[in-house]
């Protein structure tokens, strides 16, 4: 665990640092066969990175209400809590109302978007490590890790090895990044990769939270919060998909 690097930099925030310059060089060049500007792309990115920045505290804060005392303790963002599906949710309807302002079809961007997004995660998940946040529950697998005095993880369990899933999420996100690009290979429709992104993601995330650690109160009938929107996004993913399959456009959206 190493929540700070060199005794400056937050590696939680320079890993995300990075995949926001990743994602956006790797959008940059997808975007350029649907004759989109970088300069475009670069505003959504913009875009996505203040909602989503806004969005991982406000889901966190809206379901952690009474953990915040008094309450602007909710505007410090370094003090930790955030959740990721805030942060998707909020720049995907910030997205879709900047191309709608442009005349650009939203799922064209999102197509163009999604595997930058989970490279983005399979790096950020590291930088969940690398701070110790997000960790799992105690285990006796030998993939167990145990975290040192101090961590979040031996706060709450002690000094016992738990599940990595903060790793679990960044293989499995790097792994999505790879099957997205390889399917749109050999298939595409418009919305098709975007439909992909929303059931491979929400799978792996809802697989992933059966080992993850959380507090009651982030439980709903024995599943965590995040498990009940990945079902939902599944099932939407599931409709994109039908939908796409019965449209004329394929390949690049034309």
């Known amino acids: 665990m190493h929540p700070e690097l060199l005794g400056l930099i937050k590696s939680y925030g320079l890993m995300l640092a990075i995949s926001f310059a990743l994602g956006l060089f790797l959008s940059i060049r997808r975007a350029r066969p649907y004759g989109i500007a970088s300069e475009t792309v670069m505003d959504l990115v913009f875009g996505v990175l203040v909602s989503s920045i806004v969005g991982v505290r406000l889901f966190f804060v809206l379901t952690h209400l009474y953990d915040f005392d008094p309450w602007y303790r909710a505007l410090f963002i370094w003090d930790g809590g955030l959740t990721l599906y805030g942060g998707i949710l909020l720049a995907t309807a910030t997205v879709w109302y900047m191309t709608r302002r442009r005349g650009i079809p939203f799922l064209v961007i999102a197509d163009v978007f999604s595997p930058g997004v989970m490279l983005g995660i399979g790096i950020t998940r590291i930088g969940c490590f690398m701070a110790g946040c997000c960790f799992g529950k105690p285990t006796t697998c030998g993939c167990g890790v145990q ?28 792994l999505i990044f790879g099957l997205l690009l390889l399917i749109e290979r050999w298939y595409h429709r418009r919305g098709s990769t975007f439909a992909l992104f929303l059931v491979f993601y929400g799978l792996q995330r809802f697989t992933v939270d059966f080992f993850r650690y959380y507090t009651p109160d982030q439980m709903i009938m024995g599943w965590s919060n995040n498990q009940w929107i990945s079902v939902g996004m599944v099932l939407a993913g599931l409709l994109m998909l039908v939908w796409a399959a019965r449209q004329k456009v394929s390949s690049h959206g034309r």
């Open 147 to 174: 975290f040192p005095v101090g961590a979040p993880a031996t706060e709450t369990f002690g000094l016992v090895p738990v599940y990595p899933t903060q790793l679990f999420s960044s293989g499995g996100g790097f």
